[in-house]
């Protein structure tokens, strides 16, 4: 797969959804993952990142004006000893509850499909990575309908043993903008990383279209140590 732009990839896309972009450091030294929600609807960028222990959960910025929270307050990073989970959804807690009971990412899943919002039925796309002695790889997965068919969920999962230092993988929820919005297709996009940690925030930050970027949240984890850094950007303060 030729590697894209993620800069690129978010300038010309005006509403990608939320996304997820898990891969590795040019120096080869970091794990790094990102998670980014837009919004549309003032119920969604009514919304901010907030760090809860070692993860993090979305809250409402302001909490008079929050109308339906089941699909937009939940952790979107958690992490369960020497993996660090990372989804759009509150499948996050399915697949921590799941791995802890020795359970597969992919396993811990099935109990899941698409989210329940009719006629998107947006897409559950979520991550995992795993430090263990020195070695790293990850895994995304996207829980998706048939072409808008409530009926039928298509479940893949992509795994990644020993990514590549300076390359990463990008899914997303939505293709672009559109009523219904169109589902994410194909396998996540092979796409570069590089700079340092507040270098890559702010080009992502600054590449997401300004009317519907809401928050980010990024990560870099020393694949020697396990030591981490992290960063959180809020469109509302």
């Not at 009317?211 to 020697?224: E, G, H, P, Q, T």
Request: some cysteine.
């Amino acid at each position: 797969m030729k590697q894209m732009s993620l800069e690129q990839e978010l300038r010309s896309n005006a509403y990608p959804g939320r996304g997820i972009v898990i891969g590795r450091s040019e120096d080869g030294s970091k794990a790094v993952t990102a998670y980014f929600i837009m919004g549309r609807s003032a119920n969604s960028r009514n919304r901010v990142f907030t760090e809860d222990g070692e993860g993090i959960r979305t809250q409402a910025f302001d909490p008079a004006r929050l109308e339906d929270p089941s699909l937009i307050i939940y952790a979107p990073v958690r992490v369960l000893g020497n993996k660090t989970i990372v989804t759009n959804g509150d499948q996050t807690d399915t697949i921590y509850e799941g791995m802890d009971h020795q359970m597969t990412f992919e396993q811990s899943l099935r109990s899941r499909e698409f989210e329940p919002d009719a006629p998107n039925y947006t897409p559950r796309i979520s991550g995992i990575m795993h430090i263990e002695n020195g070695g790293y790889n990850y895994a995304m997965s996207i829980l998706k309908s048939n072409n808008g068919n409530p009926d039928s969920c298509l479940r893949f999962t992509y795994a990644y043993e020993a990514p590549a230092a300076g390359e990463g993988r990008f899914i997303h929820t939505y293709m672009h903008d559109g009523d219904p919005l169109p589902s994410f297709e194909g396998e996540p996009k092979a796409v570069g990383i590089s700079g340092n940690i507040d270098q890559f925030t702010d080009m992502i930050w600054n590449s997401l279209d300004q009317d519907n970027k809401v928050s980010l949240f990024v990560r870099f984890i020393d694949i020697a140590s396990g030591a981490y850094e992290t960063r959180i950007v809020n469109k509302n303060k």
